[in-house]
């Protein structure tokens, strides 16, 4: 009652706390075929969720698949996780529940993709897509980033999700930019910046980092460049709504590749962000 956002129930091991959860107001029911149990209970949860039109998500984790699966192809393999999310998804069309999402997660971004593939091809219900148990922030992001953008640039995936030790807010931060990489997004702001070379003349990695953290959550659909030198700035960036580009004492604002005006460096900053506020205002006029 108290979330803004439906809430998804993540259950384990006890089939009864996915019957309470769907009786007290979750949207959506996890359940995973490792240690849910055996076929009366699956079927338990499939009635009340029937019963109350809530969805169930066959969750499969590499690191949780059923021991017989894994004895029998002597490890975890894409084959098992497919077939152990394929032998839940029955369970629950013989109990006549057909309101299904499938995720089917492991901690390696390369056997993610693998089992996502094989069992997008076996299937056409809806795929969560995620890489489960990424890790911190840095490695998780780039965990994620390979494993979600590979899929969603095959067109396999229906829902993402970024896990990471760390902040929620940061998961949902990741997953945004990984759709908007991928054209997949609009809305908000997208930030570019060159990597640096023997031309850039300014502090350019503080200075990025502190025009995006002012802008990162600015609701405007732009394209922002940063860029270290007035030589090739405003022509590599050309594709960016607006962009500033440093140089000695100075700055150049430029929109679309061409120069708008020339910004002192003590201001340079300030000016920026407001003149990006000022954009982005008038494109949602």
């Known amino acids: 009652k108290a979330s803004p956002l439906p809430v998804v129930a993540d259950i384990h091991f006890d089939y009864r706390l996915a019957i309470e959860s769907a009786k007290n107001g979750a949207a959506k029911i996890r359940i995973n075929p ?77 056997l993610t993709i693998e089992t996502y593939r094989i069992l997008s091809q076996k299937c056409d219900y809806p795929l969560h897509v995620g890489v489960t148990e990424a890790g911190t922030l840095r490695e ?4 994620s980033a390979v494993g979600i953008g590979a899929l969603l640039a095959e067109g396999i995936g229906d829902t993402i999700r970024v896990s990471l030790t760390g902040d929620p807010v940061d998961e949902v931060r990741a997953g945004i930019s990984i759709l908007k990489a991928l054209d997949l997004r609009k809305g908000g702001i997208t930030f570019v910046s060159c990597p640096t070379c023997g031309r850039t003349e300014v502090p350019l990695i503080e200075l990025a980092s502190e025009v995006e953290k002012r802008i990162c959550d600015l609701p405007y659909d732009l394209k922002v460049a940063i860029m270290g030198c007035v030589v090739n700035g405003p022509g590599e960036a050309r594709e960016a709504d607006i962009g500033l580009a440093g140089g000695k004492g100075e700055f150049l604002l430029f929109k679309k590749g061409k120069t708008i005006r020339r910004l002192p460096a003590e201001t340079a900053v ?15 006029i």
């Open 34 to 110: 490792g240690n849910i149990g055996g076929e009366d209970k699956v079927k338990a949860v499939a009635d009340i969720c029937k019963e109350r039109g809530i969805p169930i998500r066959v969750g499969v984790n590499s690191g949780s698949i059923d021991r017989k699966l894994v004895e029998q192809y002597g490890g975890v393999c894409a084959e098992n996780m497919t077939l152990s999310a394929l032998n839940a998804v029955k369970m629950l069309e013989d109990a006549d529940f057909g309101d299904i999402v499938i995720s089917i997660k492991s901690s390696s971004p390369r």
């Open 140 to 143: 998780g992001m780039i965990k």
């Open 270 to 284: 300030d000016d920026f962000v407001e003149e990006v506020i000022k954009l982005g205002k008038e494109s949602t």
